[in-house]
């Protein structure tokens, strides 16, 4: 298989392209950009569209129209776009529209920096717009993730009725890394609910997410929480690397898993006892393993380029059976490799283990 | 076997093109590899700086903070990495542009005058592949001939005549290395 | 014996939610006789507004979406992308248009995009209880205008035909009124041209349609219709603003 070397924005385009995705409606922020300018090169070529809208809000309603009617569609932007294009992420998950969504997170909260965050965990993953709604979020880790879980999220976004996000930051969209393309593939739409125009059925397709009698909106509710109950218990994605023999292990996704990637194989190399746990799908959260691991007297440290927000979650997940404990950086700085290290250390000689 | 490489310099030297033609070039090895960028908020001119990693096994950070290597363009370039290089490892630097004579225990420093041979290759903007040819022929990083078929992906096809001068440039900073 | 009078096959045969005395069901009576007019209901796809309209998708029988305030033309900027031979049109009251999706439509019609807006102005908030709209009249009360609007604090209607008029992407803009049967006739045909425009594959179509709002603006049924043509066409001047070339569909 041919390697090539992409960024990870453009092996993000490249994927979704390959995966069938022929409409995109985007509008221009940093450090997202790789996306709709490769897109505006790149649609023409497989006879999509690409079309810059006036702003965020716009472009997401124009995913609403496009994803409503049955197309393979992709918007992306960054952290403050990504706050914008809540109300149009809200309806879509009301109406039960397929699309994806990228957010090549910067820092917040505000106008915030350009640097890598992931300060957006919380919006993604518990809500974002109004509403009990939920997404199906992946985390890539590398650009070949990039590649593989772009195609993913618009089989699963189809599959389910509902917009998937994929959570990358600035590292993981600017980084250069060799990636495998699959083929081109061409999808052809099997979606009896889509607004196409009737052509003879004898009912029309109703798009819509307003259930103004009470009990209507009940309804939709319930059939809403029971399609994220088989996410749940479906579509959990991790990778766990040495966590069985470990004392202790390190929970971290996308850029930050990287760096403590690195820390551990330096750590090891020194015969310490610890695991790297990287949830490749941040809802839903891998809950299960936790709690298992926990259970077997792992002690855990989770790593996030923000002030702690996944930490929540694996508190949750492991429910005061061992010990959690968290090392942030703050918006605009990455953690480095020797700080990792450094407090991993800290952390087994204190359980006395290393 | 992880080397880990800083390519800095002015916007407009070319050090994001050499970084990721060693990126590209340990790729074509084999290897696995990784190029990350870091440029001032500019968009022309200003500093850039770029992180490269060519490892045999998968790259963790991609963000090099203690490189094995350094590949410095001018003297502000220099002034703020040389001090986190490791032991034993190597910087090339752009002698043309500085004047301080770096000395730095237990890490082989080897200076180029890139502006003025690559003058003297008659195009003032191959400084870039001298010193990147100097690097290879103090590290073997990656070999040159991986760089020269990076070359032919990396450049778009209407400067594909200038891959024999950028081959000499790098021949002659190789050279300049070996000697 | 030739039928001259007929329940359109676009509108679903179901009661509407609107007050008494409102026009919003004429112009939805006039929109289905278009699409059956010009034989497009089987590739007809409706946007709905948030506003009085918002429940629009349940009065006719085409597909449907319903958009988020003020989003249609951006909503169905994305249905005609995918479906380009589908006919596309977007329902929209004033607020939803000329206020919260004033980039939306402003953007939709500079773009050309080829879909057909009803634009529906009766200067007011209706669904939301009367509230001032962006097309509300100077000195006119409403409940967030309660001394009147006072343009000296919160400025000028806004003419939306006039202002996209001022762009190279419309088609056709025209501005009718329903207040008696003959406006209603010509609404008709200007709506009827409006889907014929986007049928030729002419760009981007608006109908502006004053209308009325009997509740809101306290008046009895009579009263608004009357208040239409005394008040609201003298300052919201009918007429085209943009006109098509060589659409097919106008039987003048």
């Given at each position: 298989m041919e390697r090539v070397m992409m960024k990870g924005n453009e092996a993000l385009a490249e994927g979704a392209i390959r995966a069938g995705c022929r409409f995109f409606f985007g509008y221009p922020i940093t450090p997202q950009n790789e996306i709709p300018e490769y897109m505006a090169r790149r649609m023409p070529e497989v006879g999509g569209v690409f079309l810059q809208a006036e702003s965020e809000v716009s472009a997401i309603n124009m995913v609403y129209g496009a994803g409503g009617a049955g197309g393979r569609v992709l918007t992306s932007s960054s952290s403050p776009g990504i706050s914008l294009k809540q109300e149009g992420v809200s309806y879509m998950a009301g109406a039960q529209v397929p699309c994806v969504i990228v957010n090549v997170a910067r820092g917040g909260p505000g106008l915030g920096g350009l640097t890598p965050s992931q300060s957006d965990y919380f919006q993604a993953t518990k809500g974002g717009g109004h509403g009990d709604y939920r997404l199906l979020v992946y985390a890539p880790g590398n650009a070949q993730e990039m590649v593989d879980l772009i195609g993913l999220a618009f089989d699963k976004a189809e599959a389910y009725r509902n917009p998937v996000m994929i959570l990358s930051d600035a590292i993981m969209g600017q980084m250069m890394e060799p990636v495998v393309l699959p083929p081109l593939r061409e999808v052809a739409p099997d979606k009896p609910w889509a607004t196409t125009g009737k052509h003879g059925r004898s009912t029309p397709n109703v798009i819509n997410s307003l259930g103004i009698v009470g009990e209507d909106l009940e309804r939709i509710n319930i059939e809403l929480q029971e399609k994220y109950a088989r996410m749940a218990a479906d579509e959990v994605r991790y990778e766990a690397d040495g966590v069985e023999d470990a004392d202790l292990v390190v929970v971290a996704y996308g850029t930050s898993s990287r760096v403590v990637r690195s820390a551990i194989s330096r750590l090891r190399q020194e015969k310490m006892k610890v695991g790297l746990l990287r949830p490749i799908t941040l809802w839903p959260f891998p809950q299960q393993v936790l709690a298992e691991l926990a259970a077997a007297g792992k002690r855990f440290l989770v790593v996030e380029m923000s002030t702690g927000q996944m930490v929540e979650d694996v508190i949750l997940s492991v429910n005061d059976r061992s010990k959690v404990t968290f090392f942030g950086k703050l918006n605009g700085t990455v953690p480095t490799v020797k700080e990792v290290y450094d407090r991993i250390r800290s952390l087994l000689s204190e359980g006395g283990e290393g | 076997m992880t080397n880990e490489i800083v390519c800095a310099g002015f916007g407009g030297q070319g050090v994001m093109l050499i970084g990721q033609l060693l990126a590209y070039g340990g790729m074509l090895e084999g290897k696995e590899v990784t190029w990350f960028p870091s440029y001032g908020p500019e968009m022309r001119g200003g500093t850039a700086n770029c992180s490269v990693v060519i490892s045999d096994q998968p790259v963790g950070s991609p963000i090099v903070a203690e490189p094995d290597g350094l590949i410095a363009m001018n003297g502000p370039s220099l002034a703020r990495f040389k001090a986190a290089v490791k032991p034993g490892g190597v910087i090339v630097y752009n002698s043309s542009l500085v004047t301080e004579t770096p000395e730095l225990p237990g890490v082989k420093i080897c200076a180029v005058p890139a502006n003025e041979l690559a003058r003297e290759l008659g195009n003032d903007k191959i400084g870039n592949m001298v010193v990147l040819g100097a690097f290879l022929g103090l590290t073997k990083a990656v070999a040159v001939s991986s760089i020269e078929t990076a070359l032919q992906q990396v450049l778009p096809a209407r400067r594909h005549h200038l891959i024999p001068l950028n081959s000499a440039a790098l021949q002659k900073g190789f050279s300049i290395a070996e000697a | 014996m030739k039928k001259i009078f007929a329940y359109p096959c676009a509108l679903a045969k179901k009661r509407t939610h609107y007050c008494p005395g409102c026009t919003h069901g004429i112009i939805h009576r006039l929109v289905a006789e278009a699409i059956d007019d010009l034989e497009i209901q089987e590739r007809t796809i409706g946007i709905a507004p948030v506003g009085c309209a918002v429940l629009a998708y349940e009065y006719f029988d085409v597909d449907f979406q319903e958009a988020a305030h003020g989003r249609a033309p951006a909503v169905a900027t994305g249905v005609k992308r995918v479906h380009p031979e589908a006919i596309v049109f977007s329902y929209q009251g004033d607020g939803d248009l000329?206020?919260?999706?004033m980039a939306e439509i402003i953007h939709a019609a500079t773009r050309g995009e080829n879909i057909t807006v009803i634009f529906v102005n009766n200067t007011v908030y209706g669904m939301t209880g009367g509230q001032m709209a962006p097309t509300t009249l100077p000195g006119q009360k409403t409940t967030t205008s309660p001394y009147g609007r006072d343009t000296a604090t919160v400025g000028y209607p806004i003419r939306v035909c006039e202002l996209l008029a001022t762009l190279d992407g419309p088609a056709y803009l025209e501005r009718v009124s329903v207040h008696d049967p003959q406006h209603i006739i010509k609404a008709g045909r200007a709506i009827r041209k409006a889907f014929a425009t986007q049928v030729a594959g002419k760009g981007f179509s608006l109908v502006e349609v004053l209308s009325s709002c009997p509740t809101n603006w306290g008046m009895t049924p009579t009263q608004s219709l009357n208040h239409i043509k005394e008040t609201l066409v003298p300052y919201y001047p009918l007429g085209v603003y943009r006109a098509p070339e060589e659409v097919t569909g106008d039987d003048e």
């Open positions: - | - | 000329a206020s919260i999706g």
